[in-house]
């Protein structure tokens, strides 16, 4: 996308000069210290009544890759139709975990440390009623919906806590092993005691001391790289158990006994998450109007052979923990609170802060794989995973058991995202302060750098939407047509380079020049005064 955006004014912004001020003189630097103590004494009253009011921006909002445009609570289908109690009760629960949390871990994130203050306010309000949660949501958050760079609409999918049988020893049934993280495993800048690890990046296989080699991958893991290292946590019928309780990131193993083992996501071997539903899309194995989870267990068990191939083009493979919680209780997500069943989502955590609650609107097969059923909830970010990217992308938590499974397996559908953000940022600054895109390149240059076939010169997927910085829209202009407009600026034309200078051959005149001033300085070195 290029060109100015409509909310971008024609400001310029100093980002550093090469000459540096001099330094002032002791009595000057006095002077400035004693102003500058006046001045903090008299703005500290102020400082603390601007603290209280609720609706000051303290730093604006910037969301890497993604876009967003205010909007009022009127204009967010089925706003007022939602239980806000429900999201209350989830959004509270996450308050302990942010108010626990050290601010060097969400300090670049979008919304950094700002939902402490929404947390400390509903840490001691007394709401009992969705009136009174809706007003919470109303006066302490507004409203802004967020989409990828240059799109309209985010994406879902949905995920559970299957229920699966297994056992604590190894038996002709239960033969593969559910495996705990491996001493060996290391990820810099964690220990290897470290309780948790993140879920992307490179991870490694430590060598003695110094030695650090990728980790094994899928297909090592499942012919023995580490095996017979009492890693095994328990013990499941089949791969295909364990690859569906890898993408879900926990589970719940029935044993034989009637008892019931909770194992927890805890680390991966470093490899990206590759999706098998896609691989079978590709192929065209399945339709991919007919994929789901089902479709996949589907097709691995008629095609046990094809299963092993299929399975080990996702190489990525995750480490689980044991975790004491009761058949009652639910599964702990990324943020370390339970989740809740139809209110937790997972989001992308290096944009997003545990806690944000965000209001998902559009059409899900919920009732059937047909059905198209309203969706408008507001949903409060718990939980994360390495298939989750993007600054609207979910994965919706639906419970434990069959039916919670058969009805995520189901989701792959685009919705609207409303991301709740507390009053302390200002969503529209952010636009004012924006710097300009670059300028293309001249035609010398995209001649040397061909563009491809079918790829458009404004099309905004064109640019990298992991790094860019997130464009702010005005309320009154709708999001697509004020992408449009600023995709239509007109590219600058080409400069000239400048003509080639002459060779310029040194006539009688300079040579003679040139001989005198070399026999002078001969001399003076041989006859020095």
């Not at 290391?186 to 992307?200: I, K």
């Not at 995709?487 to 080639?500: H, T, W, Y």
């Amino acid at each position: 996308m290029f060109g100015r955006l409509p909310a971008i004014s024609l400001r310029a912004i100093r980002t550093g000069n090469w000459l540096a001020p001099a330094a002032p003189t002791d009595l000057y630097r006095l002077k400035r210290c004693a102003v500058g103590f006046c001045v903090a004494a008299a703005l500290v009253p102020v400082a603390v009544e601007a603290h209280d009011t609720r609706h000051r921006p303290a730093w604006p909002l910037e969301i890497a890759g993604g876009q967003y445009i205010p909007v009022s609570w009127a204009e967010i289908a089925g706003w007022n139709d939602d239980n806000h109690l429900d999201a209350f009760k989830a959004f509270r629960a996450s308050c302990r975990a942010v108010t626990a949390r050290r601010i060097s871990a969400v300090g670049q994130k979008a919304l950094g440390t700002s939902l402490r203050e929404p947390c400390r306010v509903a840490k001691m309000a007394a709401i009992s009623d969705d009136a009174k949660a809706r007003a919470f949501f109303e006066t302490r958050f507004r409203a802004v919906r967020i989409s990828r760079l240059g799109e309209t609409d985010g994406f879902v999918t949905g995920y559970y806590e299957p229920i699966i049988d297994g056992s604590r020893t190894r038996t002709d049934t239960y033969t593969v092993p559910v495996y705990r993280r491996p001493s060996n495993l290391f990820v810099r800048g964690f220990t290897q005691g470290a309780p948790s690890l993140p879920n992307s990046g490179p991870v490694y296989r430590k060598i003695g001391r110094r030695k650090l080699v990728p980790y094994y991958d899928r297909a090592e893991i499942e012919d023995g790289a580490i095996a017979g290292r009492g890693l095994e946590i328990c013990w499941l019928k089949s791969q295909t158990d364990l690859l569906f309780t890898q993408i879900q990131g926990s589970a719940r193993v029935r044993l034989e006994d009637g008892s019931t083992i909770r194992i927890n996501y805890d680390s991966y071997n470093g490899y990206p998450y590759t999706a098998v539903g896609r691989i079978l899309i590709e192929r065209n194995i399945v339709p991919k109007d007919q994929m789901s989870m089902q479709r996949i267990r589907q097709w691995m068990n008629e095609n046990p052979d094809g299963a092993i191939e299929l399975r080990r083009q996702n190489r990525s493979y995750v480490f689980f923990r044991e975790v004491k919680l009761s058949d009652n209780d639910e599964a702990v997500g990324a943020q370390g609170v339970p989740l809740a069943p139809g209110r937790s989502i997972a989001v992308d955590k290096s944009l997003h802060v545990y806690g944000t609650p965000f209001f998902i609107e559009g059409e899900l097969p919920i009732e059937s794989e047909q059905a198209k059923t309203p969706f408008h909830r507001l949903m409060i970010a718990q939980d994360t995973g390495s298939a989750i990217l993007g600054p609207a992308r979910a994965d919706l938590y639906f419970g434990a058991g069959p039916e919670a499974g058969r009805v995520s397996g189901r989701l792959r559908h685009n919705m609207q995202f409303v991301m709740l953000v507390p009053n302390s940022l200002d969503p529209v600054a952010r636009g004012r302060t924006m710097p300009l895109p670059e300028t293309r390149p001249s035609a010398r240059i995209a001649k040397l750098f061909p563009q491809k076939k079918n790829q458009k010169p404004d099309d905004p997927k064109v640019a990298p939407q992991q790094s860019a910085p997130s464009a702010v829209v005005p309320a009154g202009q709708p999001a697509r047509a004020a992408l449009v407009s600023a995709a239509k600026a007109a590219p600058p034309e080409a400069v000239p380079l400048p003509a080639v200078r002459p060779e310029v051959m040194p006539g009688p005149h300079q040579a003679r020049r040139h001989y005198h001033r070399r026999h002078h300085r001969h001399e003076r070195r041989r006859n020095p005064r």
